[in-house]
């Protein structure tokens, strides 16, 4: 399993899934999603089963691969990946995402079911590219084709404003991934002055960056810190998300809030806290202030929303703050736990939205200002979603209190201050999901829902057990979140 | 030299020189039929081209006295007309046929083009210079008016005419500061007078070399000197404009280069000058790469389209061309830009030629729509090569950019490259657009129908194959043209 074959494979399966979807008929895409990214997930888990479910981080390590193939060596173009601690779970995360996004119903499977179906597989297979990528340029390469699928999501199967929403998109990933991609540029160069060679191997640069002074590093450091800002965002970089996340079809959303917004946390542990040491130490404090207002901006903001997914889309802000807060204490826990925190919100997020999508087929809308009593109709749906908003809000037990809990302990040993603004947060993440579980499940059914609302069904069977595997994950993590820290 | 070794340095040239007169011949013998002049053209230039490659790695040789230096360098590049030229004589048979243009003069008119781009970069003599640069561009006025009933292509001809002559006057009023400046018209005379002479430049000298500069500036159509090609690229006949946008351009835009690299602008006393150079590039870039990729995107019609495309990669190559002043760097990024900008140039504005006529508008982005369901392999021809054009990675336009800006990074203009690739991006939309038109819109009822026939098909098809295939494994290609030294 430790032979590089593992990782090659990791990346073909979802390429070939892309290309089998497209001899697949109309009619039997869902199923073929389903089912394909069912057998990615559990094919995933068993090649990366060494890393994840070895008990110690010593343990893990004989199970880390790297690989790395020449390709334009006269440019210093080769590609490069890594599997370990982080990257293997990361792997795993995209899978069960793109799972839980196939597994939705909805327009897509009647409007071009075939893109759709070829474009999430590519997403995936662009994401794992990215998750392992330890080379520069085939990093940045595999975060530029996430757009690819993403725009498409939005362009073809998106809400209202959808013109606008993926020009924004659009407008500002590439602003950041521009400046990255000069970032990279210059680390490149500095490779070549120092050695006559163009590489962007992470390993070769990082040789040569340990002997540049500290100002040369900084504008390429701040060039990847504002790529990664913009991408998983942090406030003041937030303008472009609400809009993409509402006009987005709903398993878009669920790719970009649970997994999409991850390449930000794994572009930081992966490039930037390595190459940038000194210069991430330096501006630690303005680092972790702007997490910890994230974390608060965003939870005022949620708690002022009056539609569900605007709501979830500010939450997630607020909940990637904490990660961030993690990686800027600059310790390996802290890093720890912010990738045990990004898993808890990555399931977290995918089950809520999930469920939030089975809420808006139901009654139409998700306005949290009329809809209200559903909980009433549908029991068992709104038990399903009582129990995301709980994992949400990291009660003890769910996979989200370990990873809040440990960001918070690391981050007080490097900022008091900024900590106690983060822990602000947890309370008022508190006050705008219960809010929004009461607004749109509790008290009397509305006269404003429409009237066939309550003649739908409850949550399907099928549904109930995706739901059942999702709450399965958050209550495991939450038991053992010992397996997800082998960074 | 011997008169021999003379003709043996000189045999690509005079093999091209011969075939000309051969096709201008058989066009008048059988007048009737365009098929003789045709395949004589095929044969020069195949002939050409091989002999150009076969004898690509002898040592450089001036001959005629230096005015003429036939290298690597010019070799391989007679290679790479010869094969534009192979290209377009197949891929414009069929538009030539439907738009009723189709005479013999097109073909020795092509070849004279060709012959006098290839003497123009092989070119040491401001003398020699100006005559090729003639030579090449009176053939291409004449084709840029081919269309003889249609009032667009005669507006093109004439804009182009007046143009080339402006350019050519230019051109002879630099030669002759310099001439006055340095008392000679050869290039190495010119260098070593400047090695020479440690006040640095003088008043006179300077106005030369910003004049001899200026004139290609207008042929390659950097911004602020870009204003004439919208329009003549609209007008001329599309296999015209994808002559003038690739051989024309690439002949235009080495032979800057080495005006550019005239002066020792190393030597002590150059410092100032050489700053102000590159200060002038800097802003030509900007301007190019601004003016290109933001008005790009407000192109309808695709031949104007694809000049702010050729504008804009004029600014880009600009990068290349401060890259290439700085000590220890070559020109590898400029010729290898241009290369990869060649080999899908070609493709696309035979692509372009391939849509049935509708009048005098030409192609507009509106006769993509839908094109996937009407021609499904058109469409990936298509999507491929605008790709390239925007410079995604697995085809050559990746490499090419990529190439670029790295060595200006690494020649201190990050801020230039920060600019250069956020037009890339805003560029990249123009690019896609067509694609998203064909793919994901239903067919506009008044979109042009398409056909081009096997043979245009054809070369468009090798062109995508060099794009992918290059695209994919460009290592050959790049150590081969990193060797290439720059001719002085």
Redesign the interface.
């Given at each position: 399993m430790e032979t590089s074959s593992s990782l090659s494979f990791l990346l073909t399966i979802p390429l070939l899934a892309v290309v089998i979807s497209w001899v697949i008929p109309k009619a039997l895409q869902r199923i073929y999603a389903i089912f394909g990214s069912a057998l990615i997930l559990a094919l995933t888990v068993y090649e990366t089963s060494g890393i994840l479910f070895s008990s110690t981080t010593e343990a893990a390590k004989a199970y880390f691969v790297d690989q790395r193939l020449e390709w334009v060596s006269e440019l210093g173009l080769s590609a490069g990946f890594r599997l370990d601690g982080v990257s293997a779970w990361f792997l795993v995360l995209s899978a069960l995402t793109t799972l839980v996004a196939f597994y939705l119903r909805g327009i897509w499977y009647r409007k071009q079911p075939r893109l759709f179906v070829s474009m999430g597989f590519f997403l995936l297979f662009a994401l794992n590219s990215a998750f392992l990528a330890t080379d520069l340029i085939t990093f940045y390469l595999s975060y530029e084709a996430v757009f690819i699928p993403m725009i498409f999501m939005v362009g073809v199967w998106g809400e209202n404003q959808k013109a606008s929403a993926v020009f924004r998109f659009f407008l500002m990933s590439f602003a950041g991934s521009i400046l990255m991609l000069v970032a990279m540029f210059q680390l490149m160069s500095m490779h070549h002055a120092a050695t006559g060679q163009w590489s962007s191997h992470l390993p070769d640069i990082l040789k040569v960056v340990a002997n540049v002074p500290v100002e040369s590093l900084l504008w390429p450091g701040a060039g990847f810190l504002l790529a990664f800002a913009i991408k998983v965002p942090l406030v003041p970089f937030h303008g472009w998300l609400k809009e993409v996340y509402v006009n987005a079809p709903m398993p878009g959303t669920i790719w970009m809030s649970a997994i999409l917004s991850k390449l930000g946390v794994v572009g930081v542990i992966r490039f930037v806290l390595p190459l940038f040491p000194a210069v991430i130490k330096e501006y630690q404090g303005a680092l972790l202030a702007v997490s910890a207002v994230s974390v608060i901006y965003a939870a005022l903001l949620a708690i002022r929303s009056n539609e569900g997914k605007t709501l979830l889309a500010y939450s997630s802000i607020s909940h990637l703050g904490f990660v961030m807060l993690g990686l800027f204490s600059l310790s390996s826990e802290g890093s720890n736990a912010g990738v045990l925190l990004s898993v808890g919100h990555a399931v977290t997020s995918g089950m809520l939205f999930y469920l939030l999508h089975q809420v808006e087929e139901r009654s139409g809308n998700l306005d949290l200002t009329t809809s209200k009593g559903l909980a009433t109709a549908y029991p068992v749906l709104f038990s399903g979603l009582f129990i995301a908003v709980l994992a949400s809000v990291s009660l003890p037990g769910t996979l989200n209190f370990g990873g809040e809990f440990l960001v918070l302990l690391n981050a007080y040993r490097a900022s008091a201050l900024c900590t106690i603004l983060a822990a602000l947060g947890v309370i008022l993440g508190a006050v705008y999901m219960l809010r929004f579980f009461q607004r749109l499940g509790l008290g009397k059914t509305g006269t404003a829902n429409p009237v066939d609302v309550l003649v739908k069904k409850d949550l399907s069977l099928a549904d109930l057990l995706m739901v059942v595997l999702l709450v399965g994950i958050v209550i495991y993590g939450g038991i053992n979140p010992g397996i997800f820290m082998k960074g | 030299m011997h008169m021999n070794e003379i003709i043996q340095t000189l045999m690509p040239w005079l093999i091209l020189a011969a075939g000309i007169l051969v096709t201008l011949l058989v066009s008048v013998i059988r007048v009737e039929s365009k098929r003789p002049a045709q395949f004589s053209a095929l044969l020069t230039l195949v002939l050409t081209g091989v002999s150009a490659l076969q004898t690509v790695s002898l040592p450089g040789e001036a001959i005629f006295s230096g005015s003429i230096e036939i290298s690597s360098l010019t070799r391989i590049l007679l290679a790479l007309f010869s094969l534009i030229g192979v290209l377009f004589v197949v891929g414009a048979d069929r538009y030539l046929s439907k738009e009723k243009i189709h005479l013999s003069d097109y073909y020795h008119l092509l070849l004279i083009m060709i012959l006098g781009a290839g003497i123009m970069v092989a070119a040491k003599d401001l003398v020699v210079l100006f005559i090729a640069l003639e030579v090449m561009s009176l053939p291409a006025y004449t084709l840029a008016g081919f269309r003889r009933n249609d009032s667009r292509s005669n507006e093109a001809a004439i804009k182009y005419f007046v143009l080339g002559g402006a350019v050519g006057a230019v051109f002879l009023l630099g030669s002759a500061f310099l001439f006055g400046a340095t008392g000679s018209t050869q290039f190495p005379a010119i260098y070593s007078w400047s090695r020479q002479s440690v006040t640095g430049s003088n008043l006179l000298f300077a106005a030369g070399h910003f004049l001899v500069i200026v004139a290609f500036l207008f042929k390659v159509a950097a911004a602020p000197f870009h204003f004439w090609k919208p329009d003549v690229y609209e007008g001329a006949p599309t296999p015209v404009t994808g002559l003038m946008s690739t051989l024309v351009a690439v002949a235009s835009f080495v032979t800057l280069v080495r005006l550019i690299h005239l002066p020792a602008l190393d030597s002590t006393g150059w410092e100032v000058y050489a700053a102000s150079i590159k200060t002038t590039i800097r802003v030509l870039a900007v301007a190019s790469l601004v003016v290109g990729s933001l008005v790009i995107i407000t192109q309808k019609n695709l031949k104007r389209l694809f000049a702010y495309s050729s504008i804009s990669q004029s600014g880009y190559l600009m990068l290349g061309v401060l890259a290439s002043l700085q000590p220890g760097h070559g020109i590898a990024p400029v010729l290898i830009y241009l290369f990869g900008y060649v080999f899908a140039a070609v493709g696309l504005f035979v692509l372009l030629s391939q849509s049935e006529p509708r009048g005098d508008t030409g192609v507009e982005l509106v006769d993509l729509t839908g094109l996937v369901r009407r021609s499904p392999l058109r469409t990936a021809l298509w999507s491929v090569l605008l790709f390239s054009m925007a410079g995604m990675?697995f085809t050559v336009g990746f490499?090419t950019k990529?190439?670029i800006?790295?060595s200006s990074?690494?020649s201190g203009e990050?801020p230039l490259?920060?600019l250069a690739?956020?037009c890339a991006?805003v560029s990249a939309?123009a690019y896609l657009r067509p694609i998203?038109l064909m793919v994901?819109r239903d067919a506009d009822p008044g979109a042009a129908q398409w056909g081009g026939g096997f043979w245009s098909q054809l070369v468009v098809v090798v062109s995508v194959i060099l794009v992918v295939f290059l695209g994919l494994m460009?290592?050959a290609m790049?150590?081969y043209l990193?060797g290439i030294p720059l001719i002085h």
């Amino acid at each position: 399993m430790e032979t590089s074959s593992s990782l090659s494979f990791l990346l073909t399966i979802p390429l070939l899934a892309v290309v089998i979807s497209w001899v697949i008929p109309k009619a039997l895409q869902r199923i073929y999603a389903i089912f394909g990214s069912a057998l990615i997930l559990a094919l995933t888990v068993y090649e990366t089963s060494g890393i994840l479910f070895s008990s110690t981080t010593e343990a893990a390590k004989a199970y880390f691969v790297d690989q790395r193939l020449e390709w334009v060596s006269e440019l210093g173009l080769s590609a490069g990946f890594r599997l370990d601690g982080v990257s293997a779970w990361f792997l795993v995360l995209s899978a069960l995402t793109t799972l839980v996004a196939f597994y939705l119903r909805g327009i897509w499977y009647r409007k071009q079911p075939r893109l759709f179906v070829s474009m999430g597989f590519f997403l995936l297979f662009a994401l794992n590219s990215a998750f392992l990528a330890t080379d520069l340029i085939t990093f940045y390469l595999s975060y530029e084709a996430v757009f690819i699928p993403m725009i498409f999501m939005v362009g073809v199967w998106g809400e209202n404003q959808k013109a606008s929403a993926v020009f924004r998109f659009f407008l500002m990933s590439f602003a950041g991934s521009i400046l990255m991609l000069v970032a990279m540029f210059q680390l490149m160069s500095m490779h070549h002055a120092a050695t006559g060679q163009w590489s962007s191997h992470l390993p070769d640069i990082l040789k040569v960056v340990a002997n540049v002074p500290v100002e040369s590093l900084l504008w390429p450091g701040a060039g990847f810190l504002l790529a990664f800002a913009i991408k998983v965002p942090l406030v003041p970089f937030h303008g472009w998300l609400k809009e993409v996340y509402v006009n987005a079809p709903m398993p878009g959303t669920i790719w970009m809030s649970a997994i999409l917004s991850k390449l930000g946390v794994v572009g930081v542990i992966r490039f930037v806290l390595p190459l940038f040491p000194a210069v991430i130490k330096e501006y630690q404090g303005a680092l972790l202030a702007v997490s910890a207002v994230s974390v608060i901006y965003a939870a005022l903001l949620a708690i002022r929303s009056n539609e569900g997914k605007t709501l979830l889309a500010y939450s997630s802000i607020s909940h990637l703050g904490f990660v961030m807060l993690g990686l800027f204490s600059l310790s390996s826990e802290g890093s720890n736990a912010g990738v045990l925190l990004s898993v808890g919100h990555a399931v977290t997020s995918g089950m809520l939205f999930y469920l939030l999508h089975q809420v808006e087929e139901r009654s139409g809308n998700l306005d949290l200002t009329t809809s209200k009593g559903l909980a009433t109709a549908y029991p068992v749906l709104f038990s399903g979603l009582f129990i995301a908003v709980l994992a949400s809000v990291s009660l003890p037990g769910t996979l989200n209190f370990g990873g809040e809990f440990l960001v918070l302990l690391n981050a007080y040993r490097a900022s008091a201050l900024c900590t106690i603004l983060a822990a602000l947060g947890v309370i008022l993440g508190a006050v705008y999901m219960l809010r929004f579980f009461q607004r749109l499940g509790l008290g009397k059914t509305g006269t404003a829902n429409p009237v066939d609302v309550l003649v739908k069904k409850d949550l399907s069977l099928a549904d109930l057990l995706m739901v059942v595997l999702l709450v399965g994950i958050v209550i495991y993590g939450g038991i053992n979140p010992g397996i997800f820290m082998k960074g | 030299m011997h008169m021999n070794e003379i003709i043996q340095t000189l045999m690509p040239w005079l093999i091209l020189a011969a075939g000309i007169l051969v096709t201008l011949l058989v066009s008048v013998i059988r007048v009737e039929s365009k098929r003789p002049a045709q395949f004589s053209a095929l044969l020069t230039l195949v002939l050409t081209g091989v002999s150009a490659l076969q004898t690509v790695s002898l040592p450089g040789e001036a001959i005629f006295s230096g005015s003429i230096e036939i290298s690597s360098l010019t070799r391989i590049l007679l290679a790479l007309f010869s094969l534009i030229g192979v290209l377009f004589v197949v891929g414009a048979d069929r538009y030539l046929s439907k738009e009723k243009i189709h005479l013999s003069d097109y073909y020795h008119l092509l070849l004279i083009m060709i012959l006098g781009a290839g003497i123009m970069v092989a070119a040491k003599d401001l003398v020699v210079l100006f005559i090729a640069l003639e030579v090449m561009s009176l053939p291409a006025y004449t084709l840029a008016g081919f269309r003889r009933n249609d009032s667009r292509s005669n507006e093109a001809a004439i804009k182009y005419f007046v143009l080339g002559g402006a350019v050519g006057a230019v051109f002879l009023l630099g030669s002759a500061f310099l001439f006055g400046a340095t008392g000679s018209t050869q290039f190495p005379a010119i260098y070593s007078w400047s090695r020479q002479s440690v006040t640095g430049s003088n008043l006179l000298f300077a106005a030369g070399h910003f004049l001899v500069i200026v004139a290609f500036l207008f042929k390659v159509a950097a911004a602020p000197f870009h204003f004439w090609k919208p329009d003549v690229y609209e007008g001329a006949p599309t296999p015209v404009t994808g002559l003038m946008s690739t051989l024309v351009a690439v002949a235009s835009f080495v032979t800057l280069v080495r005006l550019i690299h005239l002066p020792a602008l190393d030597s002590t006393g150059w410092e100032v000058y050489a700053a102000s150079i590159k200060t002038t590039i800097r802003v030509l870039a900007v301007a190019s790469l601004v003016v290109g990729s933001l008005v790009i995107i407000t192109q309808k019609n695709l031949k104007r389209l694809f000049a702010y495309s050729s504008i804009s990669q004029s600014g880009y190559l600009m990068l290349g061309v401060l890259a290439s002043l700085q000590p220890g760097h070559g020109i590898a990024p400029v010729l290898i830009y241009l290369f990869g900008y060649v080999f899908a140039a070609v493709g696309l504005f035979v692509l372009l030629s391939q849509s049935e006529p509708r009048g005098d508008t030409g192609v507009e982005l509106v006769d993509l729509t839908g094109l996937v369901r009407r021609s499904p392999l058109r469409t990936a021809l298509w999507s491929v090569l605008l790709f390239s054009m925007a410079g995604m990675p697995f085809t050559v336009g990746f490499f090419t950019k990529y190439f670029i800006f790295i060595s200006s990074v690494g020649s201190g203009e990050t801020p230039l490259v920060v600019l250069a690739a956020m037009c890339a991006v805003v560029s990249a939309y123009a690019y896609l657009r067509p694609i998203g038109l064909m793919v994901m819109r239903d067919a506009d009822p008044g979109a042009a129908q398409w056909g081009g026939g096997f043979w245009s098909q054809l070369v468009v098809v090798v062109s995508v194959i060099l794009v992918v295939f290059l695209g994919l494994m460009p290592n050959a290609m790049i150590q081969y043209l990193k060797g290439i030294p720059l001719i002085h």
